[in-house]
């Protein structure tokens, strides 16, 4: 009796045991008689009947090695089908065609993707793809990189590149060339989204489908209509990021998002799961993530086989072989097959003889759902009248299809750039394609095409005109925002008086403002990785509200405060929770909305410290290529203003991250004022009249101070904006000539240093010292660099920025003091006309005071004065034992 409450943990108590038993008895009976697979398939469809009836079950998260939808359940073709193939066999052609004849200048390209992926794609785009027509926002395609030869050749088929074009594929010097993979930036009217650095096509796809219905639930788009289609190769998902937001995507029910995974078994050089199944481990991660899944593995040549499986052998063996042996099936011969495959169990021996050699190598080497258009029309078909989640569609190719027995299931296929005469041939005999032997003669193997006026160039064009236009096609629409009226930045450039108020409340009170402008304050689109509070974002809760698509279904533990923390479909803040991979994907969404839907929207993600450009820098890359605007925020920044984070957090080099990218502006302002003056001009530059491609990065800090009103002299604005000016001129009044001078530039919170120790060295030394405020290093290199390209261009003589106002300046050293790395200021030191010397923060971070750590790394504002005295004395300007003494009294 004493055991009897330990055999129930864990368990719901039995109200009926014999009923219990009833039903195992049968299950037994049922194995006993039928065999176990018989018994199994029983239990799975019982559990299947009560997932469809709403029972409160555990979801089944594996299927049978099985097609979702039987040949028998398909619906019906709504194309021409042999139209279809003929186009579909032109694309493979010229694609084929295109890399080949690029790899003679070694350039290369990708073949084998494409021609596994072939009807993937040309299904979406003759049935599905909906394009911008009449200002739509169509769907949108994160399509798979390394298939990219096959949508350009599509696109020399519909008229939209010329042979011209194609032959310049992967040769982009000129400007007129076609980029190896889909990027916006360097092909604008075509691609809308790169997808090649693996795995962040799938992360910014979720959070794209979730934007969409952001925009739709706020009133600013209606994007009912827009669908995500998301193309993906089963190796891809390796990448963490492929299925970072599997859950968020299954959480919200994005059923406007479908993924497309090509599984052809390979990855780069090798099997995606030698021994292992791709398909059901991928089967098993979506579906316990809330995702609809879809298999289409088997073409219909294996209809007779399954046909055959009355004892289940079939379907038994099926499941068991590992991924690395179906791609040798895939090369050998029917006699390897019926031995190692069939062989392996009586029953299947016998279903075997049944079959001819022909019968098996069909099935074995070709015959997959993703190789037949009626099978993946039933997959998307299926896939856009699901309801209420995200569908997966997990579609089995051969990689390599159609490109002979030297490419198909190779390992190797992925490095082969080219095709031989002899395989151009078999590749023409193959898909039936009236090309001449003579225009094989060559050394160059032609393009070919049908005609202008042919049926199939006019099938496609109706096609297409059906589904809105072409596609892939990024359209800008020109949307001028209005400017925001001056206040919220007048409240900034009166300063603070005696409150004492960090950069980053600072920031946090301009963008509140702008919120609540008329014109604009609705396109403002907050985002934060969990830190809001952090950030002194708390008020955004209950004025802009949390996005939900649910709203709030309980009662917040704060609701009685002031600040509670309140959801709402229409809640303007995304709050990421801790991700700033999933933040910056909703950047990305945000940032280009203006090309995707037609609706510039002003994102701002504020982030933690290191946690941006370290963590996320390939995001950004990405960022630039896709053309996003937006202010990207880095607050708590600075390596010695982490006080109790030490090492990992201590962010010293972001400003060196950013300035490696070209889209990149940005800006590392000391005071209130200047973040005033640099949003206002990012707004202008980014939503004006004349709109860049650029994004804005901010660095902002926690260290509270009083904000000086903005300096009354000219020149202040253009020094903010082009990233230096005067900000304090010494006060040589009462020093005795000859005054020792030199110049303190500095950025950010190092500015209170630096003035502390302008003091310092005029009350204790004698020298006077100018401090400009360098709100921006890598604007100032950037110009300069520009001087020098137009210098060697011999197009006009400009003098850099940093050269013209530091040659204003008095005779002196010049020294720079930051809370980054030394390298960030030594960005600039070969323009400025003085002697330069730099400090920074070289090193490792580390916990304690701001002060024991500012004089850890030597910046703290005694150390500031040493350096500023040895930089005098090398110059000759002040003795040596000065910088004796110094050091003496402030103990270092």
């Known amino acids: ?7 129930r943990v864990g368990r719901i108590p039995d109200r009926d045991p014999e009923e219990t038993a009833e039903w195992a008895a049968s299950l037994d009976a049922v194995a006993r008689a039928c065999g176990p697979d018989r018994a199994a398939f029983l239990m799975r469809r019982t559990l299947e009947h009560a997932e469809s009836r709403g029972l ?67 299904i979406g785009f003759n049935h599905f793809f909906r394009g911008k027509d009449a200002g739509a926002s169509g769907d949108q395609l994160f399509l798979q990189g390394h298939a990219s030869p096959g949508v350009y050749a599509r696109a020399f088929l519909d008229g939209r590149l010329g042979e011209e074009q194609l032959d310049r594929f992967r040769q982009e010097a000129g400007g007129d060339g076609l980029p190896s993979y889909p990027h916006p930036r360097r092909l604008p009217w075509m691609w809308e989204f790169p997808t090649v650095s693996m795995g962040l096509g799938a992360l910014s796809a979720i959070h794209q489908a979730r934007f969409n219905r952001y925009l739709h639930h706020r009133g600013i788009k209606d994007t009912s209509a827009s669908h995500v289609w998301v193309f993906l190769g089963d190796g891809e998902m390796d990448e963490p990021e492929s299925t970072a937001a599997l859950s968020l995507a299954g959480r919200e029910g994005l059923d406007n998002l479908t993924f497309v995974v090509n599984c052809n078994l390979q990855r780069l050089d090798g099997p995606v799961r030698s021994n292992f199944k791709i398909v059901q481990e ?60 069939f062989g392996a169990d009586p029953a299947l021996a016998e279903m075997a003889h049944a079959l001819s050699d022909a019968a098996i ?73 009236p090309i001449s032997d003579s225009l094989l003669a060559g050394d160059l193997v032609p393009y070919a095409h049908p005609g202008a006026g042919s049926p199939e160039v006019r099938y496609l064009h109706e096609r297409r005109a059906a589904l809105g236009g072409p596609v892939p096609a990024r359209t800008v629409r020109p949307v001028v925002l209005p400017a925001p009226s001056p206040r919220p930045f007048q409240a900034l450039a009166k300063g603070s008086g005696r409150q004492e108020i960090a950069t980053t409340t600072a920031f946090v009170r301009l963008v509140k403002d702008l919120m609540r402008e008329e014109g604009t304050g609705r396109r403002w689109v907050p985002i934060v990785p969990d830190e809001a509070r952090t950030f002194g974002m708390e008020s955004f809760f209950p004025t802009f509200g949390i996005y939900s698509p649910l709203g709030q279904n309980y009662d917040p533990v704060d609701r009685d405060q002031l600040l509670y923390y309140r959801e709402a479909p229409d809640g303007q803040v995304l709050n990421e929770g801790i991700t700033e991979a999933g933040s910056m994907a909703s950047f990305a969404a945000a940032a280009t909305s203006y090309a995707t839907h037609g609706e510039p929207m002003i994102p701002f993600y504020i982030f933690y410290a290191m946690f941006g450009w370290q963590r996320t820098a390939d995001q950004m890359w990405a960022l630039a ?60 530059r980014m939503y004006g009249p004349d709109p860049q491609d650029v994004f804005y990065y901010l660095t902002v800090y926690n260290e509270v101070r009083p904000q000086p009103p903005m300096p009354a002299e000219p020149g202040v604005e253009e020094g903010i904006v082009r990233g230096l000016y005067r900000f304090r001129e010494a006060d040589t009044s009462g020093l005795a000539a000859p005054v020792p001078r030199l110049q303190l530039l500095t950025s950010g919170t190092a500015v209170h240093w630096v003035l502390e120790a302008q003091e310092l060295l005029a009350g204790e030394w004698g020298v006077a010292a100018d401090v400009w405020s360098a709100t921006s290093w890598s604007e100032l290199r950037r110009d300069a660099l520009e001087c020098d390209a137009a210098r ?50 070289d090193g490792f971070g580390l916990s304690d005071t701001r002060e024991a750590v500012r004089r850890h790394f030597g910046v703290d504002p005694p150390s500031v004065v040493i350096a500023a005295l040895a930089a005098l004395a090398g110059s000759g300007l002040v003795g040596p034992e000065t910088v004796r003494r110094a050091r003496e009294r402030y103990g270092r």
Not at 1 to 6: L, N
Not at 641 to 656: C, I, K, P, Y
Not at 809 to 829: C, E, F
């Open 792 to 841: 060697l261009r011999q197009d006009e003589e400009r003098v850099p920025y940093v050269t013209r106002v530091l040659a204003e300046a008095p005779p002196g050293p010049v020294l720079a003091v930051s809370d980054w790395m030394r390298t960030v200021p030594d960005q600039i030191s070969q323009w400025v006309p003085q002697e330069w010397h730099s400090m920074g923060t």
């Open 361 to 433: 190598t069909r099935c074995f080497h070709s015959s997959r759902a993703g190789h037949e258009p009626r099978k993946v029309y039933a997959a998307y078909r299926a896939a856009l009248d699901h309801r209420g989640a995200p569908t997966v569609v997990l579609a089995q190719t051969v990689k390599g299809h159609m490109l002979g027995q030297g490419f198909e299931s190779r390992n190797a296929n992925h490095q082969m750039k080219k095709l031989t005469g002899e395989e151009f041939r078999a590749l023409r005999d193959a898909l039936e394609l």
């Open 282 to 341: 991928l089967e098993a991660r979506f579906r316990a993530a809330g995702w609809n899944v879809v298999k289409a593995l088997w073409g219909a040549a294996w209809d007779e086989l399954l046909e055959l499986d009355a004892a289940g052998a079939l379907l038994r063996r099926l499941r068991e072989v590992p991924d690395g042996q179906f791609q040798t099936y895939a090369t050998r011969d029917a006699a390897y097959i019926r031995e190692d495959f």
């Open 1 to 7: 009796m004493a055991d009897a409450p330990r055999r």
């Open 56 to 122: 409160g079950l555990p979801k089944l998260l594996e299927s049978d090695y099985l097609n979702t939808i039987p040949t028998a359940a398909e619906p019906a073709f709504p194309g021409d089908e042999e139209m279809e193939r003929r186009i579909t066999a032109w694309d493979r052609w010229n694609a084929a065609a295109m890399v080949t004849r690029g790899s003679r200048f070694g350039l290369g390209g990708h073949i084998a993707s494409f021609a596994s992926a072939a009807w993937l794609y040309e």
């Open 625 to 684: 290529d896709q053309l996003g605007r937006g202010f990207l925020v880095g607050a708590t920044a600075g390596r010695t203003t982490m006080t109790g984070e030490g090492l990992q957090h201590a962010d010293g080099h972001s400003h060196l991250i950013a300035s490696t990218n070209p889209a990149a502006v940005a800006y590392d302002p000391a005071f209130a004022y200047e973040i005033a003056v640099i949003v206002r001009e990012g707004l202008r």
